[in-house]
């Protein structure tokens, strides 16, 4: 409050002890008397008025006592003040405070003392010193009257105070039983008057969370959520589980179900999605539910108590399965019209070049043609055609798709059989009808990408008949270490996240074989991590660290080795605590390996928490300057951006400590920065990390250069976004003559057209508040294997690359109706705004356009229905959405 001008001017200091007003000295009065000339005749009045009493309530006599306290009461609550100033009741009275406060003491408890009280707790509320706490002092002495009459602030104030007594009583161990009544009370007050952030924050403060289940209503129920889930990722453990779990129960009491799934699904506790399966009986709401769990890619069984129904069961499990996906990614490419096949040519736009580059074109052809396979791949990603792999047989086209594979070489191969797969990705049937012709061939590396593509094509789709594991199971086992390499790696997308039993069984007793060269051990490893992605599974972990102990010395300096620390990490994505166990094992491996495991089971396990503590600890890692063994720092720089993605404010802190890493950092950090950047911001091209890249992308250190090429792709995966697209075609000419990096340039530029601009990569959705963890696993596998470029992507193992399909989702919404076939409705999409905790109804969205669905959702942008003829079954329009038609909707004629 600002000093007060009408105050006796020795009080106008901070100390407002009772001292100030007996000053024995002439100036103040003669200040007093011109300060008095001021006040307009209604001020005069009332000061002297108050005056007057204050001077009653020491009166002897009771009943005059009691007029003047009522009076004055009656004056503090009834005057109306702006926000600027000071009520003038409180203003006048200030000089009095202490004298009230010493006769407060003396009196003889009754019903006028309690009423004194009132009001010396009102007084307090602009007079008591700092840390006194006196306004909840006299509120606990005084009568228990309703305390909302007395104005906001004032209850404002008594929550902050009340915070602080119980944390001190707490310390002291203390009861704290009057303190909860008044909270109680505060609560239902605040909760009356639209202040749930405030009622949310008290019962914080005081531990006392569930007295809010009580206090909702339907009225307030979705912004006390809201506020819930937004403050849960800024709170230390483990009060961000308590939160979430407070909020779920308010959404299951309201029967806001789609919501209630998602907070159960953050908690990633199967138990609450049961639960939400269970509360609701209406099917079309289920089918919902299930394609939020179909879009979060986790396996998840209905059983009777979900379904009772067999034929609805086996409809829901269908959704959840996945089967349509292809069938809807379609038709929304039919809808925007790019169905069209596109070659690489059309995507490396050589002729806006200047002449030099087309004319190195052809330098070590074999090496172009195995990027034109990638961008080939990428480009028409689940189109289910292209002009390289799925050429009509007819003659007429002059080429059949075999020769495509054999313009490559060895390898090359098995990167352009699988990149059938991902032409034909999510489409089961004819996906596998295709690629069979390669299972005759005579040649181990096609055999090899077949068995990979057999896996691409399966990915994020179950199917009750297990095609894959079908096919792949029996190639696991044979001689050759590329075509076990192809199964395994087949097996590890096709059932990312499904914890098969039958999956472990088979590929377990590889890691324990000693005679299997490594390559095979490090690809079984990251697909045993992917199928038991954050389960914390002790049989699979103990497998990988088993395997980490028998290689020798010489076999953990290889590049392949890192990886599997990686699919030991895996399994704990995200799970915190859980990977405590484990880490201290891996305080035992040899030194070699000892700190990079660390690292890497850090990064994975605090994925996506935002733990401040974490990256403070991750950013000690990465500040040592050391001469050797430093690979463990790469790996640390991009656990900083696993832990950091969660939410926006971190993301921007991480981003500006990623240019101090750039500065400072030894070599080996700066060749992670990049990846890291990429990782950041995924499938979102922001201006200044794209400028960083694209500095990078001319860096004297190649492999810095190439890190920050294939990051560009990374963040423009899937955008069309042309700035990109023109620096990558300036890269390409600008590295026409050097092979490995123009091929990065290459691959960059297919992610950028990643599904010819209708794929995304980023692996958190419902509005960046889940994150599928297969889709992060996906790319934090390409990630670590980028961190030694040369020996993996450049090697003999590009097909890491394939990792990526993990991650890849139509960034589309589609509205279906009740038979779950599209419907056309006019939507708007728009940047979201963060409403969390603001007044009113605020909009939601800002700069929207309308269109009809189909639509593509960029990042950050948010969409919603621009017609009230249509509910949509799912708050949060993403993916495929259920419209029910609106019973009360009437056309105006």
Known sequence: MAPDPNKSASGSGTTRDETTVKVPSKDPKKKDEKKDEDLSDEDLALKQQLELYVERVQDSDPGLQKVALESMR??????????????????????????????????????????????????ALTMSAEGERESLKYRLLGSEGDIGSWGHEYVRNLAGEIAQEYAKRQSEEASVKDLMELAQQIVAFHMKHNAEPEAVDLLMEVEDLDLLVEHVDSTNYKRT?????????????????????????????????????????????????????????DLL???????????????????????????????????????????????????????????PED??????????????????????????????????????????????????????????????????????????????????????????????????????????????????????????????????????SSIRIGAIMGLGIAYAGAQSEQIRRKLTPILGDTKAPLDVIAFTAISLGLVYVGSCNEEVAQAIIFALMDRSESELGEPLSRLLPLGLGLLYLGKQESVEATTEVSKTFNEKIRKYCDMTLLSCAY??????????????????HLEKDATHQGAAVLGLAMVAMAEDLGLEMELRSMEHLLQYGEQNIRRAVPLALGLLCISN?????????????????????????????????????????????????????????????????GLVHLGKGLLTLAPYHSEHFLLSPTALAGIVTLLHACLDMKAIILGKYHYVLY???????????????????????????????????????????????THSTPVLLAAGDRAELATEKYIPLSPILEGFVILKENPEYREDH
């Open 685 to 749: 091209p922001k201006v200044n990390v794209m400028d960083t890249l694209s500095r990078l992308s001319h860096d004297t250190d190649t492999d810095v250069a190439m890190a920050a090429i294939i990051s560009l792709g990374l963040i423009g995966a899937g955008t069309n976004n042309a700035r990109i697209a023109g620096m990558l075609r300036n890269l390409s000419s600008y590295y026409y003559k050097e092979a490995s990096l123009l091929f990065c340039v290459r691959i960059a530029q």
């Open 803 to 849: 990792f990526l399909v993990l991650a890849m989702q139509p960034r589309m919404l589609m509205t279906v109706d009740e038979n779950l076939k599209p419907l056309s409705v006019p939507v708007r999409v728009g940047q979201a705004v963060d409403v969390v905790g603001q007044a009113g109804r605020p909009k939601t969205i800002t700069g929207f356009q």
């Open 607 to 624: 994925a996506g928490t935002g733990n401040v503590l974490k990256v403070q600890h991750l950013l000690g890692q990465c500040e040592q």
């Open 74 to 123: 009656q004056e503090i609550r009834t005057s109306t003040s702006s926000m600027t100033s000071v009520p003038k009741p409180l203003k006048f009275l200030r000089p009095h405070y202490g004298t009230l406060k010493s006769y407060y003491e003396t009196m003889a408890d009754s019903d006028l003392k309690k009423l004194l009280a009132d009001i010396l707790s009102v007084l």
């Open 285 to 343: 709401r289920k089918k919902q539910f299930c394609y939020i769990l179909a879009r979060h890619g986790i396996t998840f069984e209905l059983d009777e108590e979900m379904a009772a129904d067999d034929e609805d069961r086996e409809a829901l499990q269908e959704i959840i399965n996945n089967t349509k996906l292809s069938e809807g990614y379609l038709t929304l490419a039919r809808d925007i019209e790019v169905m069209e096949p596109k070659s």
């Open 347 to 480: 995507i490396y736009k050589a002729h806006l070049l200047d002449g030099r580059a087309s004319a190195g074109a052809s330098v070590d052809s074999a090496r172009q043609n195995l990027a034109a396979t990638f961008v080939n791949a990428f480009v028409n990603a689940g189109f289910g055609q292209d002009k390289l792999m799925t050429v009509p047989s007819e003659a007429s086209s002059g080429v059949s798709s075999g020769n495509w594979l054999f313009k490559n070489k060895e390898h090359g191969k098995a990167s352009a059989a699988a990149s059938l797969g991902m032409i034909l990705l999510w489409d089961v049937d004819s996906g596998l009808a295709q690629i069979d012709k390669y299972f005759h061939s005579n040649d181990s590396h096609v055999i090899a990408g077949a068995l990979l593509g057999v896996g691409i094509v399966n990915c994020g789709i179950k199917n009750d008949c297990d095609p894959a594991l079908a096919l792949l199971a029996e190639y696991i086992d044979r001689d050759d």
């Open 225 to 281: 959520c809201l506020y819930l889930t937004s403050a849960a990722r800024y709170l230390p453990g483990p009060d961000d589980m308590l939160v979430l779990d407070i909020a779920y129960m308010i959404y299951l009491k309201f029967e806001e179900y789609p919501s209630a799934l998602q907070i159960a699904l953050f908690l990633d506790n199967m138990q609450y999605v049961k639960q939400v399966f269970t509360s609701c009986d």
